[in-house]
């Protein structure tokens, strides 16, 4: 079964082939950078760091585009209120890009503790003002954005009578739009229509983040970004086009009309694919509602809902124990057991290192080998079952990335592996090739594909304090080749005991 994806466009799951195989374009919809990021902005970075993962495992080159949002995004969806960066930057008083870049810096080292990849291609919307521009004066040029006091808007009606149809990726109606937008038209005079979004602000004389264009100094509108710069670097259709259920109105909608209304007249993005949110009991985790937890705070603990600290990569595993369109609810107790999953995972890694087919029991392995290759008939039936088991992950994550039974189907193969280890004479029947390629399979999923690494190991001064204390016993037990031991493994490591009057201390090696 080849790998098929949920397409909010099309809402039915769909058979995924790239546009121009064997390369794939993936656009993620970044972070805002004007604050901390909260669990709830991990969820779309990791469960697309999978996906593009297992995408290179299946033999795609993938281009992963994941963007940094430093202009443009304003306190309300309506167009009104200030830009998060300023608001960031005046209440601390510095430059507004010198609060992009800080917490850039800052999301940066969550993702690679989290085990993401970093994006091939990480562009920041500051940096391609030029772009969108253009993109602008072709909107305008087809007759569907106007300009008004040195601000242009999208003119959604027109749109709509041109046959086009916006709302078709969020499946809302026109009267739908309306309601939500009624609560929000103060400050909207500008606008032909409530549907209405901007495409570039004029900026007040106070606003910093200003750019001259044809309409006169200003700055783009948040959803213009993506299309500008997912045009630029995946062409004018990209295969897929992720981010959170939350941006797929009125962000997504709009950079749809965007491309659509452009000279790409395109949908940007071939899938259009959503991540669920995270919740705490049961309401979605937010800024706004104050609920959340911070990255940095979970890693250490304990924090808001949490009595503990969480690794990164135990939540990592967190969130791929869930399907990426079902919510996740976080509590200490579905953490404490992601942990016990994720550390059980990792004890399998260790075990397949030990887990070998003695050479005197093994049944005729060349020919066993070449029966892998050629007939699977001439299988043993362990090396049968095995393989079948080993079959699984794969199998699950085809059927629209389904991480939490793709886990759970390394645990039975795993399950598999303890027992094998624990009878030599079965193990033997499945025999060393059979039992490299399971052996194979079940490492390649976990490291390179789920992309789970081991956890920061113990304290290292915690372990040199222990190693201090078996020295100065074997030094009064007069074991002095254990004394020399000792001495040995720790200057290879660059480390020096020395013996002072005070006791036995350590120094880094000076030599
Ligand atoms: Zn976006």
Aim: with cysteine.
């Amino acid at each position: 079964m080849p790998l098929s994806l949920y397409n909010t466009l099309s809402r039915k799951k769909q058979e995924f082939q790239p546009l121009h195989a064997p390369q794939v374009g993936v656009y993620l919809c970044g972070p805002t950078v004007y604050s901390e990021a909260h669990l709830g902005n991990a969820r779309g970075p990791v469960v697309f760091d999978v996906l593009t993962r297992y995408l290179r495992h299946l033999g795609y080159q993938v281009r992963y585009v994941r963007n940094i949002t430093d202009v443009g995004h304003l306190e309300s969806d309506a167009d009104t209120g200030e830009d998060k960066m300023e608001k960031a930057a005046r209440a601390a008083r510095i430059e507004p890009m010198q609060v992009a870049q800080h917490f850039t810096n800052r999301y940066r080292q969550h993702m690679l503790a989290l085990g993401c990849l970093p994006p091939d291609i990480e562009p920041q919307a500051s940096g391609h003002i030029i772009e969108q521009i253009q993109v602008i004066e072709e909107i305008i040029k087809n007759g569907l954005a106007y300009e008004v006091n040195g601000s242009v808007y999208f003119d959604v009606p027109k749109y709509n009578e041109e046959g086009k149809r916006y709302g078709k990726l969020s499946n809302r109606s026109i009267e739908d739009q309306l309601a939500g937008t009624r609560a929000n038209l103060e400050g909207q005079s500008e606008k032909r229509s409530p549907l209405d979004f901007a495409l570039w602000k004029k900026a007040a004389p106070e606003h910093i983040m200003r750019w001259p264009s044809p309409w006169g100094d200003g700055f783009p509108g948040w959803h213009l970004e993506c299309s500008a710069m997912s045009r630029k670097y995946l062409g004018d259709l990209s295969d897929i086009h992720g981010g959170g259920l939350d941006l797929m109105f009125p962000h997504h909608e709009c950079e749809i009309a965007q491309s659509q209304g452009s000279h790409s007249h395109t949908d940007e993005a071939r899938f259009w694919v959503h991540n669920n949110m995270i919740t705490v009991n049961g309401t979605k985790m937010s800024k706004s509602l104050g609920n959340f937890v911070l990255l940095g705070d979970m890693f250490k603990g304990p924090t808001g809902p949490l009595a503990f600290g969480y690794s990164p990569m135990v939540v990592r595993f967190f969130l791929l124990q869930a399907h990426y369109r079902s919510p996740v609810d976080v509590s200490d107790d579905a953490l404490q057991a992601a942990r016990k999953g994720y550390r059980k995972l990792m004890n399998g890694l260790r075990l397949l290192d030990k887990l070998v087919v003695s050479d005197s029991l093994s049944v005729a392995s060349n020919k066993e080998a070449q029966a892998l290759t050629t007939d699977s008939q001439q299988l043993t039936t362990e090396a049968t079952q095995l393989l079948q088991l080993a079959a699984k992950p794969a199998e699950f994550l085809n059927d629209d990335l389904n991480t939490p039974r793709a886990v759970a189907a390394l645990f039975d193969l795993l399950k598999r592996f303890n027992t094998l280890a624990a009878n030599p004479a079965a193990l033997a029947e499945v025999g060393p090739a059979a039992l490299a390629q399971a052996a194979g399979t079940y490492r390649t999923f976990v490291q390179d594909v789920l992309g789970l690494g081991d956890e920061p190991r113990a304290n290292v001064e915690d372990l040199l304090t222990l190693t201090l204390g078996f020295y100065s016993e074997a030094k009064a037990d007069k074991a002095y080749d254990k004394v020399d031991q000792i001495r040995a493994t720790l200057k290879s490591q660059g480390i020096v005991i020395k013996d002072t009057k005070a006791g036995v201390e350590w120094a880094y090696s000076e030599e």
